[in-house]
């Protein structure tokens, strides 16, 4: 079965020190891969997604980047954090079903205090 | 850009009461629409999902139906338990092969008394 691992839980880093989050996906190739801001408020606000190896999309203009070293693992990253990046992260990913829709398996998520 | 609007919450109801949520969209083409829960605790999971124009979409209870005509996709369930608290997203795919993406609304909070 398909698993998505995504770490750490919880991160509270200092203003300027860089990030890195992690999320791995098991049991599936070639799948799309999302990282989204959970916010009170807003809802699920995607960041970046990527629909192969080293194939970004930036959704919003922001102080991250993104990168897919390999086909099941996507990275959330920033040299620099700002207070403004503190918020929950979401990494999912999706594939095609039988019936052609897209379907998305989440995270548990990772909540990064900025201080 | 595409986009989806729900209606903002939180949305307080007794149990066995009918529960509306309602979630419109803007798309360019031809979108699959879905509805995700994320109960307390949990990570954000698929309730039901609609693929083209009026399909109704249901699961545990809930429906669904996709509405051209009024860009609409609004969740409906006629009796709801305690057990449904939880966090509703409204979100919608566009695209094809090499531009799948998933796009959310700002979720609904739902809140059931005994």
């Known amino acids: 079965s398909q698993t998505i691992h995504q770490w750490p839980a919880t991160l509270v880093q200092p203003v300027g020190s860089p990030l890195s989050l992690e999320c791995t996906v098991e049991g599936t190739s070639n799948p799309n891969l999302y990282w989204y801001r959970q916010a009170a408020g807003r809802g699920l606000q995607l960041l970046f997604y990527?629909?192969?190896?080293?194939?970004i999309s930036s959704e919003v203009p922001q102080n991250l980047s993104a990168s897919r070293p390999q086909d099941r693992q996507f990275i959330l990253s920033s040299k620099k954090l700002l207070l403004s990046d503190s918020g929950f992260y979401l990494c999912?990913?999706?594939?095609?079903?039988?019936?052609?829709?897209?379907?998305?398996?989440f995270g548990q998520g990772t909540r990064l205090t900025v201080v | 850009g595409n986009s989806v609007t729900q209606m903002e919450g939180p949305v307080t109801l007794s149990e066995e009461a009918f529960l509306t949520i309602n979630c419109t969209y803007t798309a360019t083409g031809y979108p699959s629409l879905f509805w995700y829960v994320q109960y307390p605790g949990e990570g954000l999971q698929l309730l039901l999902k609609a693929t083209k124009a009026d399909d109704k979409g249901s699961n545990k209870g809930f429906e669904a139906t996709y509405r051209k005509e009024t860009t609409s996709f609004h969740l409906e369930k006629g009796s709801v338990q305690v057990s449904d608290s939880a966090v509703y997203f409204c979100a919608l795919s566009e695209g094809g092969i090499n531009t799948d993406k998933l796009i959310f609304g700002t979720g609904t909070r739902l809140q059931v008394f005994p």
């Open positions: 999912a990913w999706s594939h095609r079903e039988m019936l052609g829709f897209l379907r998305a398996f």
């Open positions: 990527s629909v192969g190896i080293g194939q």
